[in-house]
């Protein structure tokens, strides 16, 4: 009696202490994730609050008369005379119309330096679009220069930034705003236009578009490559010496750092096979060596989880291993494969390093097309803007990351959403 | 005959099977079988005849090799790496094991349900023909259809499903679960069916439904199974086989082996012994 008693107190002693240790534990779990959501609430509140202002740009409205004199051409349709047209003339002549009595060839400038030099280019566009226009007036919003936004945008919030702007300009701007004819619009050529030397002008369709090129043939390589070998390591291979060895290599595969299988794909892919450089088709390539080991290791996770129970059965039914594989094993493992493969494709979009050494760093204007046109990608945007010294390229680096961000969140919501809705556990 | 007390328990080396190990009218015939796990050997010298249309059971304490000997008469054995059969398994006087036989036909003429029932993740009516169709023995959904309902009714199943064919297979009851494997089994119209415990997992009813089913079976296949329930053994079999370390100690039919056991192993297993 007194035995058993005595266990009972032992029993209840330890077990304050273990209770102890427990809510310890959970303690410490709950601190580990406000770490980690505390750092992301950071990060977004860091990138949103630098980059929302990308998002609109400053236009100033002008009374433009589309003078065929002025430009110089008589005929719409003569490509010739388009594209030596003076068309910088239609804004530049509004703007002084607006602002007569500014003389003197230093102020002249100084005023058309309001407007963006993509100006004129624009409003050709829109003539070309709307042809009736032609000799008529029109009120438009023009694009102004990314100085004028820069200045814009900060003194709207109050703390204006001037340093690149003379006292004169400084005047226009406000008078601008007192009749109204300066504001902050959707900034579209964020999402339309490809990079520009100029910030105003630049947009991230080149890089997006880039990205996507390339991620595809990273996912139409790298899918069917790392899942067949996955099937064949787990349900053919024989186990011995060699796929140890295998096996050992794939994991340091993917431990290697990304750069290395950039510089090999440049000396492998561009200096062996001369594929030509930054073209999606290369990125793709290394990107795939990159993404391949993440998703043979899934992929193999993914197969040894169907339970042996079922092979047995389809093998003891007559099945050939091909279609235990085929109908049974794949099915079950299709979930976590994809789920690796989007995981994969996520960890492909946000890598820049290795897409460096195979010259996807390159300053491209065009918006690539096609698997083989000079593309760059979000990242290396990314890169680049960051890299760049004018100012305004800040709020656009900020952008662009958001854009990325909002790419990956897509990326790995839609990972959970496949595997919730293809796993079947019956 | 030499009298049980005669006999010690240890197993004496080069040790011959007693009893009826042969038959007139074999289906299978086994001629010295030896099975290896890598170096560990699992089977020793194993002969024994297999009758046509006969349930024969498989007892014998934990790990004596039932499961390893059953899973060489359609080569289950094949898929665990490291396993190694000799000797002679013929069926009908052909030899499994010969060089150019394709196991995939053989295992449509072995059909076998196992301990754990594990029916497909699908449909029932795709578990059932799931057998057919990869071995292309019906080609119209008519066809299907029909072997689906012979089976399922086989297999007295077919009153319960027949309102959910296209339900998982999963969702069923552990011990139907079981009847869909063996309705699967018995779809491609197996010569043998071996069964490796088809009941550990069930309770009584489920049991004895399965035991019910074994015995209308035995009318048109060759049954092997092995039970842990001697009782089982003795209402559904017609021979017994009594393992030992892998030793194959007695064959006889079943009625004397649980009343005169000739080995002294036997009836001491059968006696609660050990086991
Ligand atoms: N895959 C394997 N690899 C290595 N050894 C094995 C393997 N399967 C079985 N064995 C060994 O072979 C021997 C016989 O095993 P087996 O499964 O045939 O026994 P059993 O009679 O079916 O036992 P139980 O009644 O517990 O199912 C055991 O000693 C076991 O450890
Ligand atoms: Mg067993």
């Known amino acids: 009696m007194n035995n058993r008693s005595d266990t009972l107190s032992k029993i209840q002693h330890s077990l304050t202490r273990r209770n102890r240790a427990e809510a310890r534990f959970r303690w410490y779990g709950r601190c580990a994730i406000f770490i980690g959501l505390l750092a992301v609430a950071v990060l977004f509140f860091d990138i949103i609050s630098k980059g929302h202002g990308a998002f609109r740009a400053t236009y100033i409205k002008l009374d433009i008369h589309y003078d065929p004199e002025l430009i110089g051409i008589n005929n719409l349709a003569d490509n010739e005379q388009l594209s030596a047209g003076n068309w910088q003339a239609l804004s530049k002549t509004a703007l002084r119309n607006k602002f007569p009595d500014v003389s003197g060839r230093q102020d002249k400038r100084r005023l058309s330096k309001l407007l963006s030099n993509g100006a004129g280019f624009d409003l050709k566009d829109h003539l070309l679009a709307n042809p009736q226009l032609l000799g008529k007036k029109e009120s438009v919003w023009v694009l102004a220069d990314d100085d004028i936004d820069t200045y814009f945008k900060s003194w709207l919030d109050g703390d204006a930034y001037d340093a690149r702007m003379t006292a004169k300009q400084v005047q226009w701007i406000a008078q601008l705003h007192q009749e109204d004819l300066i504001a902050l619009k959707f900034n579209s050529n964020l999402f339309s236009r490809g990079d520009s030397r100029e910030p105003e002008q630049a947009g991230i369709r080149g890089a997006v578009m880039g990205s996507f090129l390339t991620l595809i043939m990273t996912l139409m390589l790298s899918f069917p490559i790392g899942v067949s070998a996955a099937i064949y390591l787990e349900e053919f291979a024989p186990k011995n010496r060699w796929t140890d060895f295998i096996e050992v290599n794939i994991n340091n595969l993917a431990a290697v750092p990304s750069i290395i299988f950039g510089l090999l794909g440049l000396a492998i892919f561009i200096n062996f096979f001369h594929v030509p450089r930054s073209v999606p088709i290369v990125g793709g390539l290394v990107l795939t060596l990159m993404t391949l080991p993440t998703i043979i290791i899934t992929s193999r996770a993914a197969i040894k989880s169907v339970p042996p129970s079922i092979r047995e059965a389809a093998l003891g039914m007559g099945a050939s291993k091909y279609q235990m594989v085929l109908h049974h094993v794949l099915p079950l493992a299709l979930p976590g494969m994809l789920t690796g493969a989007i995981i994969g494709m996520a960890q492909a979009l946000g890598e820049t390093a290795p897409l460096l050494m195979i010259g996807m760093v390159a300053f491209i204007v065009d918006i690539p097309n096609g698997f083989s046109d000079p593309a760059t990608v979000l990242p290396v945007q990314i890169f680049l803007w960051a890299d760049s010294p004018e100012r305004a390229f800040i709020e656009k680096t900020s952008a662009a990351i958001m854009v990325l961000l909002s790419f990956l969140i897509i990326m790995n919501t839609s990972a959970v959403w496949l595997r919730k809705r293809l796993e079947r556990r019956w | ?275």
């Open chain 2, 1 to 275: 005959m030499k009298l049980a007390s005669e006999q010690t328990l240890e197993l004496d080396e080069g040790h011959v099977t007693v009893g009826q190990s042969f038959s007139d009218d074999p289906k299978m015939t086994m001629r010295n079988i030896n099975v290896f796990y890598a170096e560990k050997q699992a089977i020793y010298d194993v002969s024994i005849d297999i009758t046509k249309n006969e349930v024969i059971a498989m007892i014998g304490p934990s790990g004596c090799g039932k499961s390893t000997f059953l899973r060489t008469l359609n080569r289950m054995n094949d898929t665990v790496d490291g396993c190694r059969v000799e000797g002679d398994i013929c069926m009908d006087g052909e030899n499994l094991y010969a060089p150019n036989l394709d196991v995939v036909e053989l295992r449509a003429r072995v059909g076998m349900v196992f301990q754990k029932p594990n029916p497909f993740p699908k449909s029932i009516r795709d578990n059932v023909t799931y057998g057919p169709k990869i071995h292309g023995l019906a080609d119209t959904r008519v066809d299907l259809d029909e072997i689906l309902e012979k089976s399922l009714r086989k297999a007295g199943l077919w009153e319960e499903v027949k309102d959910r064919l296209d339900q998982p297979g999963t969702g069923l009851s552990g011990g139907q679960q079981q009847r869909l494997c063996i309705a699967r089994a018995i779809a491609v119209s197996p010569e043998v069916i071996l069964m490796d415990e088809p009941c550990s997992a069930l309770d009584p009813i489920a049991t004895a439904k399965i035991e019910e089913l074994i015995e209308e079976l035995s009318q048109n296949f060759t049954i092997a199974i092995v039970t842990h329930s001697m009782q089982q053994a003795a209402r559904v079999s017609h021979r017994t086989a009594y393992f030992h370390l892998g030793k194959l100690i007695e064959v006889n039919p079943t009625e004397q082996v649980f009343t005169m056991p000739q080995h002294q192993l036997t009836e001491a297993y059968i006696t609660g012994r050990f086991g």
